[in-house]
């Protein structure tokens, strides 16, 4: 009897034994089985991945319009004159600078285009002010930056000098004479709002007419 009851306790414990353990394969296989998920843990990734495809376009219409209304708050003149038979109106600052820019590329035989793109592009850039501040390093009435070759800060703060390094630019971009005015001012200016431009081509367009010397204007104004 003894021996039948230390059979049957072997047994038993043996039974018990292999019920408690698990080989590590069935316990690795237990880690790894996925959970289920039912309908309502499905995600779709249609409307992140929608955003992601246009959020490109969305950024340069913002910067496009961020833009236009930053040099719609900066055109603003103060202590505004008139050029006798135009309706263009500037302050007297503006209206000097305006005179120093077209007198540069008259100066060097350019034709009316190339003043008409370049008081554009100072209109756009500083509203014709000489400022001695800007994005980064950028200085001056076409907002130049020394780190990329312009010139000395003091230089391209200078009118004048400032003024002709533009039209030595301008006039190496193929077809600046015939070309979109936007876009050969941006080939110049290489502007982080390359449209901005041609917002001011007809009012530059009048402001030549105005200062050229065949219309008899005194600059700054009368």
Known sequence: MADT?????????RTRSSTRRRSPGSRGNARRRPARRGP????????????????????????VLAGVAWGTERAVPTGACTLP??????????????????EVG???GLPDRAVVIALATAMQES??????????????????????GWGTPEQVQDP?????????????????????????ADAVQRSAF??????WSTFAEELTGALHPAAGAEPPCA
Request: aromatic share 10%; proline share 4%.
């Open 106 to 108: 008259w100066n060097r």
């Open 5 to 13: 009851r230390t059979a049957t306790h072997a047994a038993a414990g």
């Open 194 to 199: 390359p449209l901005a431009y041609g917002r």
């Open 160 to 184: 004048v000098y400032a003024a002709g390094q533009f039209y030595d630019r301008l006039v190496q971009v193929p077809d600046w004479e015939t070309g979109e005015l936007t876009l050969v």
């Open 40 to 63: 309502a843990g499905r995600r779709s990734s249609g409307g992140i991945q929608g955003i992601a495809r246009w959020w490109p376009a969305l950024l340069v219409a913002a910067a």
């Open 127 to 148: 509203t014709m002010r000489n400022l001695d501040y800007g994005d980064r390093d950028s200085l001056g009435l076409f907002q130049q930056r020394p780190s990329q």
């Open 85 to 102: 038979g135009s309706s263009v109106t500037l302050s007297e600052e503006q209206m000097a600078n305006a005179a120093t820019i077209a």
